[in-house]
């Protein structure tokens, strides 16, 4: 079956876009108190909304969108490409709460 990867240093530069995106344009948003609230998250609370079953350290952003193999504990698995996400990630998992971020 298939797990979904995600790399911490991708999602520490996808909160720091939406960090950039509230100081340049948040005047003109509607939604300006949900991309501060969601900018504000603790990384690993962030990360937790992709609902990744592996999340990999090191390296840097989107560096996994590359790869074609990676090992674990001696256990080769085959990277087949990208995930489509759904909306699934603009729900803080913590409260429920449905939103727009973190799609920009």
Do not use: Y
């Amino acid at each position: 079956s298939q797990f979904l990867l995600a790399s911490l240093a991708s999602s520490v530069l996808l909160q720091k876009h939406l960090q950039e995106e509230i100081k340049t344009h948040a005047d003109n948003r509607k939604d300006k108190g949900e991309l501060e609230r969601v900018s504000a998250e603790p990384i690993g609370l962030f990360t937790d909304r992709f609902r990744a079953n592996l999340v990999v350290r090191g390296g840097s952003p989107h560096q996994e969108d590359h790869w074609e193999l990676i090992e674990i504990d001696g256990i080769p698995l085959r990277v087949s490409g990208e995930c489509g996400r759904c909306t699934m990630v603009c729900i803080d998992q913590k409260t429920g709460e449905r939103g727009r971020e973190p799609l920009l």
